[in-house]
């Protein structure tokens, strides 16, 4: 499949118009309360928080190329609430009343995000929607009515997950082969790139100074050096998310894991009365190496999955710009799923990375002796996630004991990565037998593969 555009960060913005300009980088040695390095949702939700916490703080973003260039402006648009981490690694340092409160403050990221769109006029497409997850085939199935049950279990209202069968499931979506699903209630679809470049003029109308093409080349104790300068501050936040990799002394925190997309171009009338999703969910299903999609403000589809899923030594893309194989790969997904959309033209694809802690658990947190604080490992979780973690940042750099500071994911450490090779065999391994996992369902098999258990734990997945 022949793509238009391949690249050139995302289609969030080509459908802006443009490629941001960049602001000013950093002139000099400068001095701050607190610096913030990496300017995508974690370090602007962190100093949005901030400032209207404390007015006088003084707060400055470092960003090595521009607000939104990372995976802030190349995801999915899922603003999902969602929790897709294990909770029993959670519980094994917390407990059931805590993990059910973190759960529930995920949850509430997005009515949170709604809120201060509305509030600071930041027009993101943002829709109330349900998110639908569809079984193809039996083994899918059973996976879907487990995770409902999951779900449930632990939800503080389960009222908000409903398990649907073959034909209720189809009346939303006409997927083809589709045996039934589940959906999540309370979540929404936005546009990523207006996201977030409304918040980034949202913190700079409170006072944030943001910098950019400034390159990050230590973080130490009070202290951020860049090829522009040096940025004294008594606290320093890493909110680097898929790029922190790129950071000395970080190479082996957070895996950088690659995902990319592709867009079809805008379907007539008549082509979506034949696909239905007239309620216009967030779609996902139930396979190992599962896909997220969403219907645009416009009436596109995007498509998305990891593809090629990881550059050896945590490398990253160049400007979005993705693998031949990874477009055939998302269309293939697109056709199977919805074959009205065979004779459709794709319009865009591109990629980017998001980052893995070795547990596959996000964190969030500040070192007291340092000062130094982080938050991320989002596993693709983070449009909203990483709300909660700029309230949560904004409430430790303040020294404030909220419930947000006692949620179990706060301080909370993991091991580092395995040096290469390692890392690159471990995930290529993982998502070769994900593959090989569901082409055996796909098949006929009607249970779930071993071969996916095997593959979860050769990375602790």
């Given at each position: 499949?022949?793509?238009?555009?391949?690249?050139?960060?995302?289609?969030?913005?080509?459908?802006?118009?443009?490629?941001?300009?960049?602001?000013?980088?950093?002139?000099?040695?400068?001095?701050?309360?607190?610096?913030?390095?990496?300017?995508?949702?974690?370090?602007?939700?962190?100093?949005?928080?901030?400032?209207?916490?404390?007015?006088?703080?003084?707060?400055?973003?470092?960003?090595?190329?521009?607000?939104?260039?990372?995976?802030?402006?190349?995801?999915?648009?899922?603003?999902?609430?969602?929790?897709?981490?294990?909770?029993?690694?959670?519980?094994?340092?917390?407990?059931?009343?805590?993990?059910?409160?973190?759960?529930?403050?995920?949850?509430?990221?997005?009515?949170?995000?709604?809120?201060?769109?509305?509030?600071?006029?930041?027009?993101?497409?943002?829709?109330?929607?349900?998110?639908?997850?569809?079984?193809?085939?039996?083994?899918?199935?059973?996976?879907?009515?487990?995770?409902?049950?999951?779900?449930?279990?632990?939800?503080?209202?389960?009222?908000?997950?409903?398990?649907?069968?073959?034909?209720?499931?189809?009346?939303?979506i006409n997927i083809r082969n589709v045996m039934g699903g589940f959906v999540i209630h309370g979540q929404a679809r936005v546009q990523p790139a207006k996201l977030v470049r409304g918040l980034a003029a949202a913190v700079e109308r409170l006072g944030v100074s943001i910098y950019?093409?400034?390159?990050?080349?230590?973080?130490?104790?009070?202290?951020?050096?860049?090829?522009?300068?040096?940025?004294?501050?008594?606290?320093?936040?890493?909110?680097?998310?898929?790029?922190?990799?790129?950071?000395?002394?970080?190479?082996?925190?957070?895996?950088?894991?690659?995902?990319?997309?592709?867009?079809?171009?805008?379907?007539?009338?008549?082509?979506?009365?034949?696909?239905?999703?007239?309620?216009?969910?967030?779609?996902?299903?139930?396979?190992h190496a599962y896909c997220y999609a969403q219907r645009t403000r416009e009436g596109r589809i995007t498509m998305g999955g990891r593809g090629v899923p990881y550059r050896y030594g945590s490398r990253t893309d160049v400007n979005g710009q993705t693998q031949q194989a990874t477009?055939?790969?998302?269309?293939?997904?697109?056709?199977?799923?919805?074959?009205?959309?065979?004779?459709?033209?794709?319009?865009?694809?591109?990629?980017?990375?998001?980052?893995?802690?070795?547990?596959?658990?996000?964190?969030?947190?500040?070192?007291?002796?340092?000062?130094?604080?982080?938050?991320?490992?989002?596993?693709?979780?983070?449009?909203?996630?990483?709300?909660?973690?700029?309230?949560?940042?904004?409430?430790?750099?303040?020294?404030?004991?909220?419930?947000?500071?006692?949620?179990?994911?706060?301080?909370?450490?993991?091991?580092?990565?395995?040096?290469?090779?390692?890392?690159?065999?471990?995930?290529?391994?993982?998502?070769?037998?994900?593959?090989?996992?569901?082409?055996?369902?796909?098949?006929?098999?009607?249970?779930?593969?071993?071969?996916?258990?095997?593959?979860?734990?050769?990375?602790?997945?």
């Amino acid at each position: 499949m022949q793509v238009k555009r391949n690249g050139d960060i995302s289609f969030w913005y080509a459908d802006l118009g443009h490629i941001p300009a960049p602001r000013p980088s950093l002139p000099g040695d400068i001095e701050a309360d607190v610096a913030i390095v990496g300017a995508g949702y974690t370090g602007l939700w962190t100093a949005y928080y901030l400032k209207k916490a404390k007015p006088s703080l003084r707060v400055v973003l470092i960003e090595r190329e521009f607000a939104g260039f990372g995976a802030s402006g190349r995801n999915g648009g899922w603003l999902s609430g969602g929790f897709g981490w294990s909770r029993e690694k959670y519980l094994k340092t917390s407990t059931r009343q805590g993990v059910t409160a973190m759960q529930k403050a995920m949850a509430g990221c997005v009515d949170e995000v709604i809120q201060v769109a509305t509030e600071e006029g930041i027009d993101a497409d943002i829709r109330r929607v349900d998110n639908l997850t569809v079984a193809t085939n039996p083994a899918q199935l059973e996976r879907v009515r487990e995770e409902c049950e999951t779900i449930r279990s632990w939800d503080a209202d389960p009222e908000r997950i409903e398990l649907l069968d073959a034909e209720a499931t189809r009346a939303r979506i006409n997927i083809r082969n589709v045996m039934g699903g589940f959906v999540i209630h309370g979540q929404a679809r936005v546009q990523p790139a207006k996201l977030v470049r409304g918040l980034a003029a949202a913190v700079e109308r409170l006072g944030v100074s943001i910098y950019e093409k400034t390159t990050v080349t230590a973080i130490a104790k009070g202290v951020v050096t860049t090829d522009r300068g040096t940025v004294r501050a008594e606290t320093i936040i890493r909110a680097t998310e898929g790029f922190t990799a790129g950071i000395p002394g970080e190479e082996r925190t957070w895996l950088a894991l690659n995902s990319a997309q592709i867009v079809t171009e805008p379907l007539p009338e008549e082509l979506w009365r034949k696909i239905g999703w007239e309620g216009h969910e967030l779609l996902g299903n139930a396979a190992h190496a599962y896909c997220y999609a969403q219907r645009t403000r416009e009436g596109r589809i995007t498509m998305g999955g990891r593809g090629v899923p990881y550059r050896y030594g945590s490398r990253t893309d160049v400007n979005g710009q993705t693998q031949q194989a990874t477009i055939d790969q998302l269309h293939t997904i697109l056709t199977t799923l919805l074959p009205q959309t065979a004779g459709c033209r794709i319009d865009h694809a591109w990629c980017g990375v998001l980052g893995v802690p070795r547990d596959w658990c996000t964190t969030v947190g500040l070192d007291p002796a340092t000062r130094i604080g982080w938050a991320g490992g989002y596993v693709g979780l983070g449009v909203s996630s990483s709300n909660l973690s700029g309230r949560t940042l904004a409430d430790l750099v303040l020294g404030q004991n909220t419930e947000l500071t006692r949620l179990p994911w706060v301080n909370r450490k993991v091991r580092p990565w395995e040096p290469e090779p390692f890392r690159w065999l471990g995930v290529h391994s993982m998502y070769q037998l994900y593959r090989i996992a569901d082409n055996r369902e796909a098949a006929g098999l009607a249970h779930t593969s071993r071969l996916a258990a095997l593959a979860d734990s050769i990375t602790g997945h």
